[in-house]
């Protein structure tokens, strides 16, 4: 049954193709492209969230607003500091969503993903895959992929044996961490989903009659508070990962991860002296870190869905605006002195340190 997969395999990479880009028609702004996937149907899900909530996020969205960058200078922890220098012009975020959802089936993922986040010329510069996690309340992105032990079965009734082989044979580490900064990343998207989450329930408020200067008593408001949002949910909780569980979302985690490592290893080997600072942007190098994981609770409903496209949006802002702004792992990257002496993410990555299999 596992090699009647290869077939829809090559269907996947032949016959369904990314959406052509849509560009702002503002040319001063650079242009920051996000690849996103949501997974297709498995076991008892009929139906998939994680590609309900990709396929509904918006094409085009703007860096932090103004509120959100002051909230964020005074919550960011003051132990993280930028490894690189920022980018200082303004940039549009293009999120590009690929159409199909991908099939819950490893030669799927083995043969699908490598051909999408490699690095083409113009190719995307970020990664965010999003998959449900059962009996999960909160929306977590995970922090590190593993490359063995893929022993549940997938909808062919197959196990990861041979995409473990094929990552062993390429020469992959046992793990992979991510390469942005965890602490910095976590900060902005806990401070980007709060404001999104307050605004939806302005927005609702307002929809049900509620005016600012009402006259309503804290505990007045509290009661009709709870009996406009009856039935839609609690506020999103969002937090950190180090297990993405061994199956199809952490494969597809540590394959578009392994990928760019090998990528930036081989271009390593071509080109050991590194590049100035100021050459590093766009290259293989930069891209190793830039993938991540968005795991989202199992509720198919009209509002599990518009709060997981909140949390995915902010967590798309939140990765970009701190790898924009200079921040980096640094369990992942060395630090090296660049020729203007200011510290510089080394391109010499990526060794996974002490994190074993889990």
């Not at 849509?22 to 590609?51: H, I």
């Not at 490894?83 to 690929?98: L, T």
């Not at 089936?105 to 190719?123: K, S």
Request: hydrophobic letters at 35%; proline letters at 6%; glycine letters at 8%.
């Amino acid at each position: 049954m596992g090699d009647a997969s290869l077939p829809r395999a090559q269907a996947d990479l032949q016959g369904e193709e990314v959406e052509e880009r849509q560009f702002l028609s503002t040319d001063s702004l650079r242009e920051v492209n996000v690849l996103v996937t949501g997974f297709g149907p498995f076991k008892s899900f009929g139906t998939n969230p994680s590609y309900l909530i990709a396929s509904s996020l918006s094409h085009h969205l703007n860096p932090e607003s103004e509120s959100a960058s002051a909230a964020l200078k005074q919550l960011l922890p003051s132990s993280q500091y930028p490894i690189c220098d920022p980018d200082p012009r303004p940039y549009k975020v293009n999120v590009h969503v690929y159409p199909p959802p991908i099939r819950v089936a490893y030669d799927v993922v083995r043969e699908l993903i490598p051909r999408l986040v490699v690095d083409p010329e113009n190719g995307f510069d970020y990664v965010l895959h999003i998959g449900v996690a059962a009996g999960r309340e909160n929306y977590t992105l995970e922090t590190i992929a593993h490359r063995d032990h893929y022993k549940l079965k997938d909808v062919d009734e197959q196990d990861g044996s041979r995409a473990e082989a094929q990552w062993k044979v390429l020469g992959l580490p046992a793990a992979v961490d991510v390469g942005w900064n965890k602490e910095d990343v976590l900060s902005r998207w806990e401070v980007l989903t709060r404001q999104r989450e307050d605004e939806y329930e302005r927005e609702e408020m307002e929809k049900a009659g509620w005016r600012e200067g009402s006259g309503m008593t804290l505990v007045e408001m509290a009661q009709w508070r709870s009996q406009v949002f009856l039935g839609k949910g609690k506020r999103a909780a969002v937090k950190l990962s180090k297990d993405a569980g061994r199956y199809l979302c952490e494969c597809i985690f540590y394959t578009s991860l392994g990928t760019r490592w090998r990528e930036a290893r081989d271009a390593e080997a071509v080109n050991p002296v590194a590049p100035p600072p100021s050459a590093q942007r766009n290259t293989s190098k930069e891209k190793v870190g830039k993938v991540a994981f968005l795991h989202v609770p199992g509720g198919t409903g009209k509002h599990d869905i518009a709060r997981g496209v909140r949390v995915a949006e902010s967590a798309i802002l939140a990765i970009v605006g701190s790898w924009e702004s200079g921040y980096r792992n640094p369990d992942v990257y060395g630090r090296r002195k660049s020729e203007k002496g200011e510290a510089c993410a080394s391109p010499s990555i990526y060794e996974s340190k002490g994190t074993g299999d889990r």
